[in-house]
Nanobody, 123 residues
């Protein structure tokens, strides 16, 4: 399974960005796609996840109300719409996939990772 993340860039505080993750290869073995992020000098953290089959969602608290994760199953694509961006949202954002059937926030449970896309929020 290959994951390609895109859509990052430079945006001002309060702005918006839409990230895209396109899955290819043996996508049928993956059940859940998640977004993680890692800021400079910080540990990687879970952002949001969605299950392909029924669209079940999970958000980290900081993402609730500002970020929206969605899927386009025929296109094997997962979107992350980010609004009201803050400087603390600056990070490299990664999409990841797991064959597990339940949504998990633990990055160790995701066996497939994309290369990440950089989001920079300037004040």
């Amino acid at each position: 399974v290959q994951l390609q993340a895109s859509g990052g860039g430079l945006v001002q505080t309060g702005g918006s960005l839409n990230l895209t993750c396109v899955a290819s290869g043996r996508t049928g073995i993956t059940n859940i796609i998640a977004w993680f992020r890692q800021a400079p000098g910080k540990e990687r953290e879970f952002v949001a996840a969605i299950r392909w089959s029924d669209g079940e969602l999970l958000y980290k608290d900081f993402a609730k109300g500002r970020f929206t994760i969605s899927r386009d199953s025929p296109k094997n694509t997962v979107l992350l719409e980010m609004n009201s961006l803050k400087s603390e949202d600056t990070a490299r954002y990664y999409c990841a996939a797991t064959h597990l059937g339940h949504i998990t926030r633990n990055g160790a449970h995701y066996g497939y990772w994309g290369q990440g896309t950089l989001v920079t929020v300037s004040s």
